[in-house]
């Protein structure tokens, strides 16, 4: 572990990255907006963590308001799956070890990250969204030394549903969108209310070019879903220490939820003009 913060303080350019362009600053003055109704999305620097198991919508959600908050969405499991198909050095060893359902070292993750940061510097980007990051208390520790995270959103939904989202997941190999074929009936168990979620339907252009994740499948899921309640659940816990976590239990699909979400976060539904679709 310690070799990753010697990583961070070594690796200049990464870490003088992350501090020039999260500012923290910029992070207090988010924080003492405290989610007001009425503030410009687009005049926000948004630096926000989008936690949740495998399957829970992260993806989704977190694009969808990149797309409304013009800030990047940034997901390390993309990275990851970037690097394991560009046949580079690392490749074959993620390869292995996505299809175990197990991490990656929290030293290949933060250079991936980092260089994702620093392609993004170039391009002027401010702010973010990550999904899929931090998910060691470790990453947690090491993204509070280099940056202020204003905001964790913690998306939940019980284990079966989740199951099922992942072995419906398709996405299409050409424009990169996610869909899902599963049609989610739960009954909701100790009080807790029943789900359904319709199929989310690719257009017919897209249709003869799904694929599906080589980690969506049912023992992988579960291991998945195992990993993450060991190595994620006190990424929780450290937040919710922190005072950062806003907990979002999903009431259902993508019309249920996405306005319940922008009611949480105070986000007003009309400046939800030029969301992309999931
Ligand atoms: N922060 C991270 N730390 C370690 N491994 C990661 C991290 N982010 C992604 N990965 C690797 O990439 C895989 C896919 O990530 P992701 O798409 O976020 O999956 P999930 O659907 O399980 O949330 C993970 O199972 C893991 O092997």
Redesign the pocket.
């Known amino acids: 572990m310690a070799a990753v913060a010697r990583l961070f303080r070594s690796s200049s350019s990464a870490v003088s990255f992350i501090r020039r362009s999260l500012s923290t600053e910029a992070a207090a003055e988010l924080r003492s907006q405290s989610y007001s109704p009425r503030v410009d999305p687009k005049a926000r620097n948004v630096q926000w963590v989008f936690l949740g198991?495998?399957?829970v919508g992260?993806?989704t959600y977190a694009s969808r308001l990149s797309a409304l908050l013009g800030v990047p969405h940034i997901?390390?499991?993309?990275l990851?799956?970037e690097e394991l198909s560009s046949s580079g050095p690392l490749s074959k060893q993620l390869t292995e070890?996505?299809n175990q359902?197990?991490?990656?070292?929290?030293e290949i993750?933060i250079n991936l990250l980092s260089k994702r940061l620093e392609m993004g510097e170039a391009k002027a980007e401010s702010g973010f969204i990550l999904?899929?990051?931090?998910?060691?208390v470790r990453?947690a520790e090491i993204l509070d030394e280099v940056t202020d995270i204003d905001l964790v959103v913690n998306l939940k939904l019980p284990e079966n549903v989740l199951l099922e989202k992942?072995l419906g997941r398709r996405i299409c190999s050409q424009c990169g969108k996610n869909f899902n074929v599963a049609s989610i009936n739960v009954r909701g168990e100790n009080g807790n209310p029943d789900i359904s979620m319709a199929p989310l339907l690719p257009p017919s252009d897209c249709v003869p070019k799904l694929i599906t994740r080589s980690?969506d499948t049912e023992p992988i899921v579960k291991e998945?879903l195992r990993i993450?309640n060991e190595k994620s659940q006190p990424v929780e816990e450290y937040y919710r220490r922190h005072g950062k976590l806003l907990e979002f239990d999903l009431p259902g699909g993508i019309p249920e939820s996405w306005p319940k979400l922008l009611e949480a976060l105070n986000l007003d539904e009309n400046e939800d003009k030029q969301c992309a679709a999931a």
């Open positions: 198991c495998p399957g992260k993806g997901a390390t499991g993309d990851v799956r070890i996505v359902g197990k991490l990656v070292s929290d993750i999904d899929g990051f931090p998910r060691t990453q992942c980690d998945r993450y």
